[in-house]
């Protein structure tokens, strides 16, 4: 049996007690369910990535090259970077689930981009957002770093998540196992999250196809 098809969900947000944890794990749960039952049956592996982790924690970009020149792993500087290079190397589509900070996106995110470049050209990538009005403007960001700037294949559905004020600024958050498939119950704190599961279907059925594509002949 080949190996699974790697699709890394890259958690936008480093702040401790955030909702993007809670919000990455509803999220990763959807393309599960999707990934389970597309049609072409293939077997996709669904990476949560917590940029606070020690593997994933790039700091600031110092190497000598700019990342398009480099095409070999090996000539990055920092072993960190080397390591993130083999693998983001080693998936085929991603999905981005970020908050917006006065109109944009963390800086972290942008950093875990700006480290690699040939890495990320040409891969599917859907994009999430969430904030007091859904994040449509660090998802527009988004799109042009990733759809222009790297070139990779932007998924056209959009799910803006807009946070109840008690997640914002209250002591709500969402619960770090949310699922698609335990909402809908009026004792589920979380339940307002149904409302998007749609959107969030028809985006993670538009990343698995493009992922799972024939490759055009060269």
């Not at 293939?42 to 020690?54: F, G, K, Q, R, W």
Request: charged letters at 20%; a negative charge.
């Amino acid at each position: 049996m080949s190996a699974p098809i790697r699709i890394a969900v890259l958690i936008g947000s480093t702040r401790k007690g955030s909702n993007g944890k809670g919000i990455s794990h509803w999220v990763s749960s959807g393309l599960t369910a999707v990934a389970a039952a597309h049609t072409e049956k293939v077997a996709v592996e669904v990476i949560p990535v917590d940029l606070t982790s020690a593997t994933y924690k790039l700091g600031p970009i110092y190497e000598d090259i700019v990342p398009a020149g480099i095409k070999d792993p090996k000539d990055y500087i920092d072993p960190l970077i080397v390591n993130w290079s083999k693998f983001i190397s080693s998936c085929s589509g991603f999905v981005v689930v970020s908050p917006q900070y006065n109109w944009g996106y963390p800086g972290e995110l942008k950093n875990a981009f700006d480290h690699l470049f040939n890495e990320w050209v040409g891969k599917p990538i859907a994009i999430v957002t969430y904030g007091g009005r859904g994040g449509g403007k660090a998802g527009e960001q988004l799109r042009q770093v990733t759809g222009g700037g790297m070139d990779m294949k932007l998924v056209e559905e959009r799910v803006e998540i807009k946070l109840p004020r008690e997640y914002i600024s209250g002591t709500l958050r969402v619960a770090s196992n949310a699922s698609i498939s335990h909402h809908g119950t009026a004792e589920d704190k979380d339940s307002w999250l149904q409302e998007y599961q749609k959107p969030l279907e028809e985006a993670m059925e538009a990343l698995v196809t493009a992922v799972t594509a024939p490759k055009a002949e060269a």
